[in-house]
């Protein structure tokens, strides 16, 4: 795959998988939108980034868990002159908790990033990249989406979203030079957990593995791309033997057991 010269946009960018992406798209030759709430954090990214010899990133700092996000930053792409070829979808997060303790404003505002904006944006850059014949879509799912999860319903829901509506998009694109990739990592070591209020008791891979993964999964034009053997056996086998039911009681007590207290 050609990356030199292509414009890349990676929402939530000023951490974790986000910034790894930025770091190595930028590495390969492409010009990076860096987008998330944390100005100051994108600003000294892009400041990085053009020290090391690459093209000097374009910083947008805004909130994508707003009504009308993505179209707001489509039009701040446009009014720069920028053709988006690679699509990152990477900026969400989880509220930990029951659905009875979570407030109705914090759950609307996750599933409107994890899902609502997520989709908008491929909706907005998608026929531009179709257009031109040329383009990646990269949508960060996760192994929370192939199961149900207790204490992080919204979440878990918002990633099965991610990941069937991937596949879908997946099959739609063939032949068109547009590659779409589900990323699915399990437990990485980012600002997520901290975000999250409770750090997990599990082994975590780091954002390099998660994004080594993809670029050799969007390499091979795979669907779906599991980071880790561990959480293929989670997420592919185990949904396979075990009911739904049977599913949601094992992971809320897996994951209950997790959380550090
Ligand atoms: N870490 C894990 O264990 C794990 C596992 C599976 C999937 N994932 C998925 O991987 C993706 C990246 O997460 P991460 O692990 O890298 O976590 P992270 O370090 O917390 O990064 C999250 C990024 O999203 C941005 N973001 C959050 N809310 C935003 C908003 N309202 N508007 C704009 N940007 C926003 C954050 O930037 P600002 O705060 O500056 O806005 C940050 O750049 C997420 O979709 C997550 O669900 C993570």
């Not at 192939?146 to 878990?156: E, G, K, M, S």
């Not at 989670?234 to 009911?243: A, D, E, G, W």
């Amino acid at each position: 795959m050609e990356w030199k010269q292509t414009t890349a946009l990676v929402t939530g960018a000023s951490s974790g998988i986000g910034e790894q992406f930025a770091r190595e798209l930028a590495r390969r030759g492409c010009r990076t939108v860096l987008v998330a709430r944390s100005e100051e954090r994108l600003r000294d990214l892009a400041a990085q980034l053009a020290a090391s010899g690459a093209i000097q990133p374009v910083v947008i700092a805004m909130d994508l868990a707003c009504e009308g996000a993505a179209a707001d930053l489509k039009r701040r792409t446009d009014a720069q002159g920028l053709e988006i070829d690679v699509l990152i979808n990477n900026a969400g997060y989880s509220e930990k908790g029951g659905v009875h303790e979570i407030a109705v404003l914090a759950q609307e505002r996750l599933i409107q990033l994890n899902v609502t904006t997520m989709a908008s944006l491929v909706s907005l850059y998608l026929p531009g990249m179709r257009g031109r014949a040329k383009g990646v879509v990269v949508n960060l799912a996760s192994i929370a989406g192939f199961l149900p999860l207790p204490t992080q319903a919204a979440y878990a829901a918002s990633k099965a979203f991610v990941l069937s509506y991937t596949e879908s998009l997946w099959e739609e694109s063939r032949g068109t030079g547009v590659r779409i990739l589900a990323l699915c990592p399990g437990a990485t070591a980012t600002d997520f957990f901290q975000r999250l209020g409770h750090d997990v008791n599990a082994p975590k891979h780091t954002s390099q593995k998660v994004v080594e993964v993809a670029m050799r999964a969007l390499e091979k034009d795979r669907m779906t791309a599991v980071v880790g053997w561990r959480n293929a056996f989670l997420s592919r086998f185990l949904p396979r033997i075990i009911c739904r039911k049977l599913a949601a009681i094992a992971t809320g007590a897996v994951i209950r057991n997790a959380y550090r207290t």
